[in-house]
């Protein structure tokens, strides 16, 4: 069986709630990612922030993101898979929840993220099919 831990991208890192939206972009471009968990003191998911996030819910609005921090903007709870998970879990995960980026979690740690670009590679055309039209579909 072909679990979440197979077809993720390792070297997923958090972001500490309490650090600047500025410096989470910076984060995104140097690994060269449009998301990034955000971790509470703890180290526990909190949420997730992504490019998006910062421009829509920070810069256009007139913020600083130099002083808006990434819990700031955690919203919602966070969803994520097991690394044993299943890819039909994973994919069941993402289109219930209408999401595009899934972390994978293994012993309570932040070990890798699917993305849209992940299922590409390792999903044939009729899955990957089927999960984008499940997903864009629904509005």
């Known amino acids: 069986m072909t679990t979440a831990k197979d077809i993720m991208h390792s070297g997923a890192q958090w972001i500490p709630a309490h650090e600047t939206l500025d410096r989470a972009a910076q984060l995104m471009r140097a690994h060269r990612v ?8 703890q180290e526990r998911l909190c949420g997730i922030l ?3 996030d910062i421009v829509v819910g920070c810069v256009a609005l007139g913020h600083d993101p130099a002083k808006v921090t990434a819990g700031e903007l955690a919203k919602g709870t966070p969803r994520w898979i097991a690394s044993d998970s ?6 069941q995960e993402m289109e219930m929840h209408q999401i595009r ?8 740690r932040l070990v890798g993220m699917i993305s849209e670009a992940d299922l590409a590679q390792h999903l044939s055309d009729e899955q990957l099919a089927g999960w984008v039209e499940r997903v864009y579909a629904k509005g």
Not at 86 to 91: I, N
């Open 34 to 41: 449009g998301a990034l968990p955000i971790a509470d003191a």
């Open 50 to 52: 992504t490019d998006r």
């Open 86 to 91: 299943g890819v039909e879990e994973v994919l």
């Open 101 to 108: 980026r899934l972390p994978v979690i293994e012993n309570k």
